[in-house]
């Protein structure tokens, strides 16, 4: 069944686009009504990072759940996996994080997360969008029963201390270089702070937010003034942050980029190697490279994928038992700590690595040579290219092109208009043909705005 507002990563889109006041307020209201389960005073928390809509769409949920009942208790700037914490530790009934992650200003969106620190299930979104689009006046709480609001002043200063604790005792940044680019997003003072906490000499960019200027030009999807200045301070390891702070990318002291994928063989292989894996085998998505795959199975691990988005990974990893996943993006999940992506948690960990092993970063953090991959968006303005038969006759055909030694992935974004075409295998001359004739072909059917490759 299509959903009408909630995407793969909670509700997304334009602010006063889509997500305008009027959303914002019914989706309080809808999810309020969703968790109250009782006849005590309910709570949720509310984080954002540093969209200058955040205000807005801050001040429009606060209405809508008090409106139900709900007491509200405002985070401020806080990461994803902060937020998805803090619900947790101060049971909370629900928690809220305003973010568009990576994407920029203009656009917002609005997380939630259940009691227990995990995103709603598909099922629970639903019954939050039918709420939505009904009349909720006659469940509005009564006149004395309204909900308060205050802030947390102590919110950051947790969450540090909780990212802190995941680092081994034996373990310590002192005599590290680090650069850290928090993107002007939701990290910009925690991540900084508990990186000099640990010892780090700290050297700090994308941490001056004007509520404009998120993710632009600086974070994890845009590594260029990351690498110049690693090389500008001749730093150990520079780590990008995005918008919300729930994905990584590491750049190491060469100033070459070390990605989910490779950050995910770091870890899986250090935590086999001290008996931590809870399975023997991590989970990613469609999306990671291949060799990634082989290089696990060299070590004896497996490689389970799933859907792109995080919480396919997560919900794999719940139901089969595995305590490590991710995406190639940045997205690392270590279920040992976390609940969700945590971008300064799973820095901590590959630094652990580092520390221990007491090579570069360069050498500790590139454990397989990527296969050539290509990835391509197709932007359209409407139809559904991939259910025409012509579509699918020339998949088939790249798929058997490829062969056993090489992979196609095509999918439709959950975030944008686009369809995006992924090859990937040992002939990167034959994989760009593939690529291309598939693109063409979505072209000639979806009324394409235009083809960019991502």
Not at 228 to 240: N, S, Y
Not at 300 to 308: H, I, Q
Not at 337 to 347: E, I, P, Q, R
Request: aromatic letters at 4%; glycine letters at 12%.
């Amino acid at each position: 069944m299509t959903r009408r507002y909630f995407g793969t990563d909670g509700i997304r889109g334009r602010a006063n686009g889509v997500i305008t006041p009027d959303l914002a307020l019914r989706v309080g209201q809808a999810a309020g009504l969703q968790f109250i389960r009782g006849e005590y005073r309910h709570r949720v928390v509310i984080g954002k990072d540093t969209r200058l809509s955040g205000y807005m769409i801050e001040n429009a949920l606060v209405a809508g759940f008090t409106s139900v009942g709900m007491d509200v208790i405002l985070l401020g700037p806080l990461p994803t996996p902060a937020v998805a914490m803090l619900t947790r530790s101060m049971r909370a009934d629900l928690g809220v994080m305003i973010s568009a992650s990576h994407n920029s200003y203009e656009d917002n969106g609005i997380k939630l997360f259940a009691p227990d620190g995990f995103k709603l299930s598909d099922d629970i979104e639903r019954e939050i969008e039918t709420l939505i689009d009904s009349d909720l006046t006659p469940r509005l709480a009564r006149a004395n029963s309204i909900g308060r609001a205050k802030r947390l002043d102590d919110g950051r200063a947790r969450y540090i201390e909780f990212a802190k604790r995941t680092l081994p005792r034996n373990i310590s940044l002192e005599g590290m270089r680090i650069v850290i680019d928090c993107a002007h997003g939701a990290a910009y003072k925690a991540a900084p702070e508990a990186l000099w906490e640990l010892g780090a000499e700290v050297f700090e960019i994308g941490v001056d937010p004007d509520g404009l200027n998120i993710n632009r030009e600086v974070g994890s999807t845009s590594l260029d003034a990351l690498i110049a200045k690693v090389r500008e301070t001749r730093a150990d390891i520079g780590i990008a942050l995005d918008g919300d702070a729930d994905r990584v990318i590491i750049v190491d002291e060469t100033g070459h980029v070390v990605n989910g994928d490779q950050l995910m063989a770091v870890v899986a292989e250090s935590w086999k190697e001290d008996g931590r894996l809870s399975k023997p085998g991590i989970v990613a998505t469609i999306m990671s490279n291949l060799g990634l795959e082989r290089y696990l199975q060299s070590i004896g691990l497996s490689l389970a994928r799933t859907a792109v988005g995080d919480r396919y990974v997560l919900e794999h990893m719940r139901e089969h038992g595995f305590n490590v996943g991710g995406e190639q993006s940045g997205h690392l999940i270590l279920s040992d700590f976390t609940t969700t992506g945590d971008g300064l948690v799973a820095a901590l960990q590959v630094l652990a690595v580092v520390q221990r092993s007491g090579q570069s970063v360069s050498k500790a953090c590139r454990k397989f040579e990527p296969l050539p991959q290509i990835l391509k968006n197709v932007r359209i303005s409407g139809g559904d290219p991939l259910g025409k038969d012509s579509v699918a006759r020339v998949i088939a055909e790249g798929e058997q092109r490829l062969g056993k030694g090489g992979r196609l992935v095509i999918r439709p974004s959950g975030t944008e208009p686009v369809i995006r075409v992924m090859g990937e295998g040992d002939d990167p001359v034959l994989v760009e043909s593939v690529v291309d004739m598939v693109c063409d072909v979505i072209t000639g059917h979806g009324r394409t705005v235009s083809a960019a490759a991502e």
